[in-house]
Nanobody, 125 residues
Framework: QVQLVESGGGLVQAGGSLRLSCAAS????????MGWFRQAPGKNREFVAR????????LYADSVKGRFAISRDHAKNTVYLQMNSLKPEDTADYYC??????????????????WGQGTQVTVSS
């Protein structure tokens, strides 16, 4: 089992920044990748970014490339999502996810084994 706890969401004006954090506990030695997804009201959950736990290789959705950055801290078992130049269309609940096996590309929800409870991000225009 892996437990994930997100933090850092909130209300921000367009053009502003937020940093989300996701702390993992439990079977952290088995982590293969961690990712961020988001879900806006009435929409499907969509991929935002993921990072390989061992190599720190990132992957981003086209919609956030150049604005968001994913990183991880091995010592703290924590993954971060730095979100800059936020737009109203970034408004959503953001979810952290953890995967324990080798499954490329780790950009789909079904490739992950554990999920956090979500944190809300609201970007006002």
């Amino acid at each position: 089992q892996v437990q994930l706890v997100e933090s850092g969401g909130g209300l921000v004006q367009a053009g502003g920044s937020l940093r989300l954090s996701c702390a993992a506990s439990g079977r952290t030695l088995d982590l293969y990748a961690m990712g961020w997804f988001r879900q806006a009201p009435g929409k499907n959950r969509e991929f935002v970014a993921r990072i390989s736990w061992s190599t720190s290789t990132p992957l981003y959705a086209d919609s956030v490339k150049g604005r968001f950055a994913i990183s991880r801290d091995h010592a703290k078992n924590t993954v971060y999502l730095q979100m800059n130049s936020l737009k109203p269309e970034d408004t959503a609940d953001y979810y952290c996810a953890a995967g324990l096996g080798s499954r490329a590309p780790y950009s789909n929800p079904y490739e992950y084994d554990y999920w956090g409870q979500g944190t809300q991000v609201t970007v006002s225009s």
